[in-house]
């Protein structure tokens, strides 16, 4: 930190890449490997978009088997623009016509200053992102938000079965957010 160029130079005495040992691990699951018939679309048309936090196992949460639903991942499960092209070619290209949101407690973007992100970052890089954090504080009204974002874009074209949940990371239950009759 603190030096002229952007290059995480710091040795970590507590980090050691996991590459070599997972690449191992993948040659002992492809050795039983089953899942050669699997067809591009996803068998039950479902996209599900969820928080990339590691405590949230998408396909076992849902009970989801290989190839039953595309999977769209990023900080917060936010719909973002990048979220909406995946659901357009999921839509469009590949027959998706469910979505599923899942959002969770205790989430790394809850109650974080989007503000205070960005002047820091400005302040260490010199340069200000140009994208929004998408920080929140309160998850179920996170899931509102983007539930209105999927019912707002032209380019997600199927919207009668959209639901949204925030998984509870301490009990493993997902609990059901709706819009009110106002759309709100
Ligand atoms: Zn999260």
Known sequence: MGTSDHHQTDTDPDFTP?????VARNREF???FADHDLQVR???RLAVVACMDSRMDTFALLGLGHGEA???????????DDVIRSLCLSQRALGTREIILV?????GLHRVSEDTFKAE??????IKPW???ESFADPYADVRQSIKRLHHTPFVQHKDDIRGFVYDVRTGL????TLDTNGN
């Open 70 to 80: 595309h999977i769209i991942r990023n900080a917060g499960g936010v719909v973002t």
């Open 18 to 22: 996991s590459a070599d040992q997972l």
């Open 131 to 133: 994208w929004a954090l």
């Open 30 to 32: 492809a050795a039983t």
């Open 121 to 126: 970052l400005e302040a260490e890089l010199g």
């Open 103 to 107: 959002h969770h407690t205790d989430c």
């Open 174 to 177: 997902l609990q059901e957010v």
């Open 42 to 44: 996803p068998l039950r």
